[in-house]
């Protein structure tokens, strides 16, 4: 149905006031009220572009675009195929993480920022706490075992990471077995998650104080055997892309960033590592107990996305190797501090149904200790109080520093969480990667970066 | 809520320079109505970290010296380019007084002794209570040469809410200042291009402040209501 004229009722012919002229919709005066039309004006008056001056053309790439790596907004101005600006747009994925933290406990913290960049979600989390151990000066409390646990289950989400970062990169620039098979691989990986923490993303596991509960039966037998299959499957994958001239064609001196530039632009990670610098917070600024695991830092010297995805693809090989040191070095024992306040009361179990509450658990206070359901009661829904101070902490996620400073003003609640993601600080080197090349090789210099937009925009 | 007038029986031993954030009394959150609890009386101040006296300890003494001496080359004392130096919980913080903020971070940057290559970026902290200087902007800067971080603080008043840009010494800080800008209102002087970066270019306020409501309405779940998380009973 197509209509010439619009009517409005005399109530909004009144609000615009009669004679006000809309410049988009010219109207006139009648019985029934003002009508206003709407069919819009001569094209040429409006795109006449003044003399002299050269087509621009900006391209808005997104932010609903498959290889934008989800609600990316690339601004691109071109001049045929040719990049002369980019800009990127952000904030679509924006949920305001950080304030919503100011108004829960400190443990429920936990359960927001592993929603910030969600294919590392066990990296925020670890982040998280060990900012807030660190406030309660209780680092050195935490029981190894939940150090260990920690390691080992971040060094296998670096791993899913890296597969979706080959996965969605491949796909992005072609090469679709690339995706599949990654996808395949990371599946494993969360099929792990699942056994341990209940949860295939978003897993809340790591907790201020250890981790919200110990491994499950078998899931030490089920890690090696995944790591085996993995370390064979890995490298079928990623045979199909390295020493593939297509993808070499597509990445070798694609996205230049050289270490000048990454300084510049504070980037860190794989593409810092591919400038050739070994900067790693694993091996400089060991935490979790990194000291004790022989691995090596992965550089690359070519600054390109074909470097990167060599550090991708030669990291998850050190990152398995972690986890087989972490699974030897696993030693029964506690995977909480000792001290009840701050260790998280409710004791969980993952049932049939995935997480909940442990039986056991329940009928202790509910009907053996009327202290232990007091105590219980104070402890979830006020939660342990915090110094007042501040402290930051930097760890290695799979794209680079990621960085919390949380300020306590002495209360059960954060007073203020800020989350130094490295996708937010990495995107800021589209308009230095992209510049000047094709259109199609800016789609590569996204995928390098690697951006996760939960954790951009937070 | 807050009662700054209260009296403050306890101050923690070993804090100088007390830095009052707040001072809360009672313990439930209950006002207006009897005491039972007998915990209505309670005053609890709550103070941040106070300013340290040199020796720091370790490395900290190190950077604190050199930059002394890179900042007298400039014929700016020290004294008058930092307000304090906090050493709390294994970190040092330079308090910097906003003038002189480019110039410090210069010295961070260029000085071979110190040579903080990267910056973490910035973020905003605001403290209504702190009079006079709401608004904290938090640096974080990492040399990688000499394996160190340190952090460098900078405050303005909510009346006058401009801290200088560092965008020209580093660049990284160009998003980190958009989105300081864009949460806490504070105004970067000298910024390429200050806009917001998350919320929309239209948006009303500033969403990390203090004074910005959370928002979110009460939920009814089986005829009871669940009030929003910012009007639920806190015990902060």
Request: proline share 6%.
């Amino acid at each position: 149905m197509s209509t010439d004229h619009v009517t409005y009722g005399s109530a909004g012919t009144e609000s615009t006031g009669p004679g006000a002229e809309d410049p988009f919709a010219p109207g006139y005066d009648t019985t029934e009220g003002r009508i206003f039309n709407v069919s819009g004006g001569d094209w040429d008056t409006i795109s006449a572009a003044p003399e002299g001056e050269k087509e621009r053309i900006v391209v808005n790439m997104g932010p609903q675009h498959p290889s934008t790596h989800g609600v990316l907004r690339l601004i691109l101005e071109l001049d045929g195929e040719t990049v002369t600006e980019a800009r990127c747009g952000i904030g679509y994925l924006h949920t305001g993480i950080e304030k919503n933290m100011e108004f829960r406990s400190w443990v429920q913290g936990v359960t927001f920022v592993t929603r910030m960049d969600y294919l590392a979600p066990l990296f925020n989390e670890t982040a998280y706490c060990l900012a807030v151990e660190k406030l309660l000066g209780i680092t050195d409390d935490i029981p190894e075992r939940a150090s260990t646990i920690r390691v080992m289950m971040m060094e296998l989400n670096r791993v899913s990471s890296h597969l979706v970062a080959l996965a969605t990169g491949g796909m992005e620039l072609g090469a679709l077995s690339a995706m599949i098979y990654g996808f395949r691989d990371r599946e494993l990986i969360l099929d792990i998650f699942e056994m341990v923490t209940g949860l295939r993303m978003n897993n809340a596991y790591i907790r201020p104080g250890g981790v919200a509960q110990d491994l499950p039966d078998g899931a030490e037998e089920k890690i090696r055997d995944t790591v085996k299959l993995l370390r064979k499957r890995l490298k079928d994958t990623t045979n199909l892309l390295v020493d593939n001239s297509i993808w070499m064609g597509r990445t070798v001196g694609i996205g230049y960033l050289d270490l000048t530039g990454c300084m510049a632009l504070g980037i860190t990670g794989p593409v810092l590592r591919s400038t050739g610098l070994p900067h790693d917070l694993r091996k400089s600024q060991p935490y979790c107990g990194y000291e004790n695991y022989d691995f090596e830092v992965v550089t690359e010297t070519t600054c390109d996305v074909y470097g990167r995805f060599l550090i991708r693809v030669n990291e998850m090989e050190q990152s398995l190797r972690i986890v087989e040191q972490a699974l030897d070095r696993l030693k029964p024992g506690p995977v909480m501090v000792a001290d009840k306040k701050i260790a998280w009361p409710s004791k969980l179990s993952v049932g049939s149904d995935g997480q909940g509450n442990s039986a056991e658990h329940i009928k202790e206070i509910m009907s053996e200790s009327m202290e232990a359901l007091i105590h219980h009661f104070k402890l979830v829904t006020e939660g342990f109080k915090v110094e007042p101070g501040q402290a930051y902490v930097a760890i290695e996620s799979p794209r680079g520093e990621l960085g919390c400073h949380v300020v306590s003003s002495g209360g059960t609640r954060p007073y203020r969480v800020h989350f130094r993601d490295p996708s937010f600080t990495n995107l800021q080197a589209v308009a230095a990667m992209g510049e000047g090349g094709q259109v199609a090789d800016i789609i590569g210099a996204v995928a390098s970066i690697d951006p996760v937009m939960g954790g951009v925009d937070r | 809520m807050t009662d700054m007038t209260a009296p403050l029986p306890v101050i923690p031993p070993g804090v100088t320079n007390l830095e009052l954030l707040d001072a809360r009394d009672g313990a439930f959150g209950v006002k207006g109505s009897g005491d039972t609890s007998g915990f209505g009386g309670l005053v609890d101040p709550r103070v941040m970290p106070g300013a340290s006296q040199a020796p720091f300890g370790g490395w900290f003494d190190e950077v604190a010296e050199e930059i002394e001496l890179s900042l007298a080359e400039q014929g700016l004392p020290f004294a008058s380019a930092t307000e304090k130096v906090v050493v709390d919980r294994g970190e040092i913080t330079f308090f910097v007084r906003r003038e002189h903020l480019v110039a410090f971070v210069r010295v961070l940057r260029d000085e071979p002794g110190l040579r903080f290559e990267m910056c973490s970026g910035v973020s905003g902290v605001h403290y209504p209570s702190d009079a006079g200087r709401e608004l904290h902007a938090v640096y974080h800067f990492l040399s990688i040469t000499h394996n160190r971080r340190i952090r460098v603080e900078v405050t303005a008043a909510d009346a006058d809410p401009h801290i200088p840009s560092i965008v020209a010494v580093y660049p990284t800080c160009d998003w980190h200042e958009r989105e300081t800008w864009d949460f806490f209102g504070i105004v970067f002087d000298g910024h390429p291009a200050l806009t917001r970066i998350a919320m929309p270019d239209d948006w009303p306020g500033h969403p990390q402040r203090k004074d910005y409501p959370l928002g979110g309405i009460p939920v009814e779940y089986k005829g009871a209501t669940i009030p929003p998380p910012d009007q639920r009973r806190s015990y902060n």
